[in-house]
C-alpha cells in the first residue's frame, strides 16, 4: 500500500502564510487523485482543494483565492500554499490520494469525496489572531 507523509504544519499570525507539502510513496501520482482535506475540532472533516485525474483543480469556496494547491508528478509530491490565513483555517490538515478519484465539480459544484484510498497522518495549522 502506498504511503503520505505531511510536512509544514505550525501557528500563524493571521493574515500570514504556510505552505504544506506532502510527500507520496508506493503508488503512481499520475494515476491518482490528490488532495487536501482539513478538519477543526470538533467539526467534520471537509475537503477544500483537490487535482483531479485530468489535473484539472478544485477549491472549495472557503479557501478559493487563498490557498493554491500544485503537485510535482516526478517527486510525487503534494503542496498547499496557504496566503491570507484567518483563525477559521485552524484545523489539522490531511492529504490523501485515490485512484479512483477525489472530486467531481461535473454537477455544477465541487464535492470532494470522504472515503479515500490513502490519507497523510496530518499536519496541524494553528491561525491566531
Known amino acids: 500500500q502506498g504511503q503520505l507523509v505531511e510536512s509544514g504544519g505550525g501557528s500563524v499570525q493571521a493574515g500570514g502564510s504556510l505552505k504544506l507539502s506532502c510527500a507520496g510513496s508506493?503508488?503512481?501520482?499520475?494515476?491518482?487523485?490528490m488532495g487536501w482535506w482539513r478538519q477543526g475540532q470538533g467539526e467534520e472533516r471537509e475537503g477544500i482543494a483537490a487535482i483531479d485525474k485530468q489535473g484539472d483543480i478544485a477549491y472549495a469556496d472557503s479557501v478559493k483565492g487563498r490557498f493554491t494547491i500544485s503537485k510535482d508528478s516526478a517527486k510525487n509530491t503534494l503542496y498547499l500554499e496557504m496566503n491570507s490565513l484567518k483563525p477559521e483555517d485552524t484545523a489539522m490538515y490531511y492529504c490523501?490520494?485515490?485512484?479512483?478519484?477525489?472530486?467531481?465539480?461535473?454537477?455544477?459544484?465541487?464535492?470532494?469525496?470522504?472515503?479515500?484510498?490513502?490519507w497523510g497522518q496530518g499536519a496541524p495549522v494553528n491561525v491566531s489572531t
Open positions: 490523501a490520494a485515490d485512484p479512483r478519484g477525489c472530486v467531481d465539480c461535473t454537477a455544477g459544484y465541487c464535492y470532494f469525496f470522504k472515503f479515500l484510498k490513502l
Open positions: 508506493g503508488y503512481d501520482p499520475n494515476t491518482h487523485c
